[in-house]
Structure formats: C-alpha cells, structure tokens
T-cell receptor, first 114, second 116 residues
Framework: DAGVIQSPRHEVTEMGQEVTLRCKPI?????LFWYRQTMMRGLELLIY????????DSGMPEDRFSAKMPNASFSTLKIQPSEPRDSAVYFC????????????FGDGTRLSIL | AQSVAQPEDQVNVAEGNPLTVKCTYS??????LFWYVQYPNRGLQFLLK??????LVKGSYGFEAEFNKSQTSFHLKKPSALVSDSALYFC??????????????FGTGTQLKVEL
C-alpha cells in the first residue's frame, strides 16, 4: 500500500515568495495532520482535519499560513509571503479515527527560505 | 490537557546491551500511548501502541514497551540493541476520552545512539 505522499521533497525559494506544500493521505484515512519540525522547536502540530473539515488550527503560526483539504485525497499547506524563519521540515500525517489508530507520516518537505 | 515528557535528550548504549528510552505522560482520561522512530531525512514511523489490555506491548523490530499506570510511564525497551537502532524516538499520547481526529501530543524526542 502506498503511504502518505508529500511533494515536493525539497523546496528552496526566496523570502516573499508563495510556497505550496502538497499531501496525499493514505486511502481510507479520514484524519489529516500538518506538522512542522525544527531543531529549536521540535515537532509542532499546525492544523488537523477530520473528514476534510479543519478541527484545530491553533498551531498555525500566523495568517501567512493557510491549509485546505478540498477532498479526502488531497491537502495543501500554503505560506504567503514566506520568511526565512519558516525554514523547516513540514510533515503530513494521516490516520483512521477509530480505536486509537496510529498516525502515518509522509517523508516530509524540507523547506528553505533564503 | 495532555502532555508527554521524555527526560533524556540522548541515550547511549553498546550494541548487544538492553536499552530503555523513558516516557511519562499526563492525560485526563485513559491514555492511548504510542512510540515512533525517526531516521534521518525520513518521517516518523509507528513502532507500537498501548490502548488497553496487557501492560507489556510488543512492536516492530523487537521493541516493546511497558505501560505503568501508577507511575504514568510508558518506557520503550529492547533486550539487545543494534547499531541500526540508532535514531530519534518519540513518545506520544492521546486522551482516550476526547474525540476529533486522533490528535496526538508528542514528546521532545530522545536520540538513541548504539555503539559497537
């Protein structure tokens, strides 16, 4: 079975540019999570969706960040405008919301803002 | 509110020796507990979980974890460490009473280094 698929794997762009990260969750999963990982702050939950509806976006750092899930098989995380402090590895994870099922992570997008 | 503590930033162990990576938690209700491993340039990989039942849970790659309710701990163990076990390990908890999408709270991670 295919796991969580994230694209691109690496992104380097200049500050001020718009960045869009993409995620395809595991088929049949109904929960989707966006995380950010840095050395300084560790692993942070940015936002999560249940049945394509945003449930908790309290971790989204600023209005520059937005996330959408137009259907059960696709989600995007957008940063506009990007800043150097947004440089991090961004992970998407999905799970089936029943009985304590684990989250399954993609291999992340390494984002560098120059 | 739920929280997880991993008191050790790094654990060093010799290959062939037993290893323990510590985790304590706090939740309002019954805990759902998880261990994940992260290798360089990879996402977190699920190792094992405790939901209910036996306090000793067995998982992937020979790892196991022991749930201790009185000590609110869920330590990860392996009887004989391998160099290939060197990685970053995360403990995570979910309050079994809450709904809404399996939101987990992760610890800060413990770097395991297994040396020859």
């Amino acid at each position: 079975d295919a796991g969580v698929i994230q694209s691109p794997r690496h992104e380097v762009t200049e500050m001020g540019q718009e960045v869009t990260l993409r995620c395809k969750p595991i088929s049949g999963h109904n929960s989707l999570f966006w995380y950010r990982q840095t050395m300084m702050r560790g692993l942070e939950l940015l936002i999560y969706f249940n049945n394509n509806v945003p449930i908790d976006d309290s971790g989204m750092p600023e209005d520059r960040f937005s996330a959408k899930m137009p259907n059960a098989s696709f989600s995007t995380l957008k940063i506009q405008p990007s800043e150097p402090r947004d440089s991090a590895v961004y992970f998407c994870a999905s799970s089936f919301d029943r009985g304590g099922q684990p989250q399954h992570f993609g291999d992340g997008t390494r984002l560098s803002i120059l | 509110a739920q929280s997880v503590a991993q008191p050790e930033d790094q654990v060093n162990v010799a290959e062939g020796n037993p290893l323990t990576v510590k985790c304590t938690y706090s939740v309002s209700g019954n805990p759902y507990l998880f261990w994940y491993v992260q290798y360089p340039n990879r996402g977190l990989q699920f190792l094992l979980k405790y939901i209910t039942g036996d306090n000793l849970v067995k998982g992937s790659y020979g790892f196991e974890a022991e749930f201790n309710k009185s000590q609110t701990s869920f330590h990860l163990k392996k009887p004989s460490a391998l160099v290939s076990d060197s990685a970053l390990y995360f403990c995570a908890v979910r309050d079994g009473l809450t709904g809404g999408g399996n939101k987990l709270t992760f610890g800060t991670g413990t770097q395991l280094k297994v040396e020859l």
